[in-house]
């Protein structure tokens, strides 16, 4: 069973607020590191390098990438939402 407290531990973990895209893809890669997931190469950079360009202010790009676990691929995906703010880019993401 999952606990409330363990949710709002790990939501407090996730930076939410960047200043660059770059920046928030990279923590929300990061996050799947410290769930023990590592990101697909090839599906990255197919979905993100060359996919949606950074979203301007008011806009939201939504990515999900393909997960790896132990070397071997799973059924979970790295969910990313990217908004677009005057001053910097707004973070959510999550595994699925």
Known sequence: MIK???LLSEANDLKVYHKSYTEAIQTAKEYALKKGYMVDDDDSFRKIGMGPRKPSEGKTVKVSVELTK????????????VYGMKNGYELNCYIG
Do not use: E, M, V, Y
């Open 4 to 6: 409330l407290s363990d």
């Open 70 to 81: 132990g070397g071997k691929p799973t059924n979970k995906q790295l969910h990313i939402q």
